[in-house]
């Protein structure tokens, strides 16, 4: 039998800091936020991550997903998707899932994207592959060299 809930359900909302609005410290939101202004600190979203094009965070930003369209400088942690739009202009670390990068971005940093399962990650390392068959060949040493990069783009 299904229940029927009297309240109606709260709508996701986006927060929003306001360009002019100037913030210190750790911010946290459960839906997502927008930020036109600037942030030195830590923003914390379980939700999406928007900074817009004259945004600026100084710090880091650990969210489910985010698009930045502003500068960054700092640390990028995203569960999902990251995209990075034509005016993004980021300096510092990236760790993400997935991301996608609009021509004219720029980054600056390290980044690190996507994870294996644990179990999927063990069963390649040690050969088995998918269904055990099959050898996966060893990267070679310049491969598994991990450093930094930068990505510019324009005329």
């Known amino acids: ?33 927008r930020v036109s202004g600037s942030l030195k600190g830590t923003l914390k979203v379980e939700g999406k991550a928007i900074i817009a094009q004259e945004g600026h965070i100084e710090g880091e930003i650990i969210a489910a997903d985010a698009d930045i369209a502003g ?24 760790k993400t899932t997935r991301l996608i990068v ?30 055990g068959s099959s050898q996966v060949p060893q990267p070679s040493e310049k491969a598994k060299k991990q450093g930094s990069f930068s990505m510019l783009s324009g005329d």
């Open 1 to 33: 039998m299904a229940r029927h809930d009297s309240s109606p359900s709260a709508p996701s909302q986006i927060n929003l800091i306001a360009a002019g609005t100037s913030l210190e410290g750790t911010l946290s939101a459960k839906d997502d936020i």
């Open 71 to 94: 500068s960054m400088q700092g640390d990028i942690s995203v569960k999902g998707r990251l995209v990075l739009k034509s005016t993004a202009r980021i300096e510092g670390t990236i």
């Open 102 to 131: 609009e021509e004219g971005a720029t980054i600056d940093g390290t980044c690190r994207m996507g994870q294996l399962d644990p179990k999927r990650a063990q069963a390649l390392k040690s050969g088995n592959g998918a269904n």
